[in-house]
């Protein structure tokens, strides 16, 4: 199902919710610089585990509200989007080829999940997203408590469409697998062959980089590629995964890993940023062998139809013209939210987004 990566070639070592009330108050950046935007208090972003049952209860109300609230957007529902869910699915489709492998991985996935946080607040949510600290349960995800069937988030894939269940019984999801949209189940399959390379040497390990250029790869390549292979979230695939909310359990995990990298060296990091803007045809995803036109083929992924190309942002906006992730680099959520640039998103606490790991 999921082929695997020429791992030697990058040398891996193999590899919230806040109160209402008395938020932190972060009068100046992460790097203790005055100036606006500031924020005026900063919401928790908190281990599943750590969130008392009600507030863990609310995030996957909001969730289910998100996955049953029909679509708004028309360019979006004219691709195949039924719910405002679908859109946000939709959304990584769309921009799947500029958005991985690529400097942007995680600015745009730290973004993606600020787009999910607008959308849980549409439905009334106004916590901060949980996030999973995968490293607690490498080796062994199927007993974690994020995977319990009904405290947590399903749990591994059942019956012939290996639906999850639990929260997001009944549900479906519209958009994907690839670039095709076909109703599913939230659908999974945990394998505890591969999630022990999300364990905590791994994440040091990844967070031992020098430079964002080497960072980001080490990442990518590791503790993200391999939860992603342990969890193989709506199908396995790497275009649609963030169908099964499980997604942005696990990219929460990952952006933490970016930030904990950026806190290390403050504020030279606020701003070091690298890495193409777009998918090497010749190369496609780092982690599969192949172009991209034959790693399409090998996945089953299908190609982007024409209308999706038409609405497929420009994945060089803002580099002037350049093939290098710059902090100009504009990132789109095709019309949820206002586009924002790297810049923006570079500190969690930089007034654009105001939240923190706790
Ligand atoms: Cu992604």
Same mark, same amino acid.
């Given at each position: 199902?999921?082929?695997?990566?020429?791992?030697?070639?990058?040398?891996?070592?193999?590899?919230?919710?806040?109160?209402?009330?008395? %938020? @932190?108050?972060?009068?100046?950046?992460? =790097?203790?610089?005055?100036?606006? !935007?500031?924020?005026? +208090?900063?919401?928790?972003?908190?281990?599943?585990?750590?969130?008392?049952?009600?507030?863990?209860?609310?995030?996957?109300?909001?969730?289910?509200?998100?996955?049953?609230?029909?679509?708004?957007?028309?360019?979006?529902? +004219?691709? *195949?989007?039924?719910?405002?869910?679908?859109?946000?699915?939709?959304?990584?489709?769309?921009?799947?080829?500029? #958005?991985?492998?690529?400097?942007?991985?995680? @600015?745009?996935?730290?973004?993606?999940?600020?787009?999910?946080?607008?959308?849980?607040?549409?439905?009334?949510?106004?916590?901060?997203? @949980?996030?999973?600290?995968?490293?607690?349960?490498?080796?062994?995800?199927?007993?974690?408590?994020?995977?319990?069937?009904?405290?947590?988030?399903?749990? $591994? /894939?059942? *019956?012939?469409?290996?639906?999850? /269940?639990?929260?997001?019984?009944?549900?479906?999801?519209?958009? /994907?697998? /690839?670039?095709?949209?076909?109703?599913?189940?939230?659908?999974?399959?945990?394998?505890?062959?591969?999630?022990?390379?999300? *364990?905590?040497?791994?994440?040091?390990?990844?967070?031992?980089?020098?430079?964002?250029?080497?960072?980001?790869?080490?990442?990518?390549?590791?503790?993200?590629?391999?939860?992603?292979? =342990?969890?193989?979230?709506?199908?396995?695939?790497?275009?649609?995964?963030?169908?099964? !909310?499980?997604?942005?359990?696990?990219?929460?995990?990952?952006?933490?890993?970016?930030?904990?990298?950026?806190?290390?060296?403050?504020? =030279?990091? %606020?701003? $070091?940023?690298?890495?193409?803007?777009?998918?090497?045809?010749?190369?496609?995803? #780092?982690?599969?062998?192949?172009?991209? &036109?034959?790693? &399409? &083929?090998?996945?089953?992924?299908?190609?982007?139809?024409?209308?999706?190309?038409?609405?497929?942002?420009?994945?060089?906006? +803002? $580099?002037?013209?350049?093939?290098?992730?710059?902090?100009?680099?504009?990132?789109?959520?095709?019309?949820? #939210?206002?586009? =924002?640039?790297?810049?923006?998103?570079? $500190?969690?606490?930089?007034?654009?987004?105001?939240?923190?790991?706790?």
């Amino acid at each position: 199902m999921v082929r695997l990566l020429q791992l030697g070639a990058l040398g891996l070592a193999l590899c919230g919710v806040s109160s209402a009330v008395a %938020l @932190p108050q972060a009068e100046t950046d992460s =790097a203790g610089r005055p100036g606006a !935007p500031k924020c005026k +208090g900063l919401t928790k972003r908190r281990e599943w585990r750590t969130i008392p049952r009600p507030e863990q209860k609310a995030y996957q109300n909001a969730v289910r509200c998100v996955m049953t609230k029909p679509a708004k957007l028309q360019k979006l529902k +004219g691709l *195949g989007a039924k719910t405002r869910w679908d859109e946000l699915v939709m959304m990584h489709q769309v921009l799947a080829l500029q #958005i991985h492998s690529t400097g942007s991985f995680l @600015p745009f996935h730290r973004y993606f999940m600020h787009v999910q946080e607008f959308l849980l607040g549409e439905c009334g949510y106004k916590g901060g997203l @949980p996030y999973w600290n995968e490293a607690l349960d490498a080796g062994n995800f199927i007993a974690s408590p994020l995977l319990h069937p009904v405290t947590g988030f399903g749990g $591994d /894939g059942t *019956g012939p469409g290996n639906c999850a /269940g639990g929260p997001w019984a009944g549900l479906t999801v519209s958009v /994907g697998p /690839g670039f095709t949209n076909q109703p599913r189940c939230v659908n999974r399959k945990i394998n505890d062959v591969f999630s022990p390379f999300c *364990g905590q040497s791994f994440v040091d390990d990844a967070l031992n980089h020098p430079t964002y250029e080497s960072a980001w790869l080490a990442i990518y390549m590791g503790p993200h590629l391999f939860g992603h292979i =342990a969890l193989a979230m709506m199908d396995g695939n790497s275009i649609t995964s963030p169908g099964d !909310p499980l997604f942005f359990m696990h990219h929460g995990f990952v952006d933490k890993m970016w930030w904990d990298w950026q806190a290390q060296g403050l504020p =030279a990091r %606020l701003s $070091d940023i690298s890495g193409p803007n777009n998918m090497s045809p010749e190369i496609g995803f #780092i982690e599969f062998n192949g172009t991209i &036109a034959e790693e &399409a &083929a090998e996945q089953g992924w299908g190609s982007p139809s024409p209308a999706m190309l038409a609405i497929t942002p420009n994945p060089k906006a +803002g $580099d002037n013209g350049g093939n290098v992730t710059t902090l100009n680099h504009v990132m789109s959520s095709l019309g949820i #939210i206002p586009d =924002a640039t790297v810049r923006q998103v570079m $500190d969690i606490k930089g007034g654009y987004l105001c939240y923190e790991y706790v």
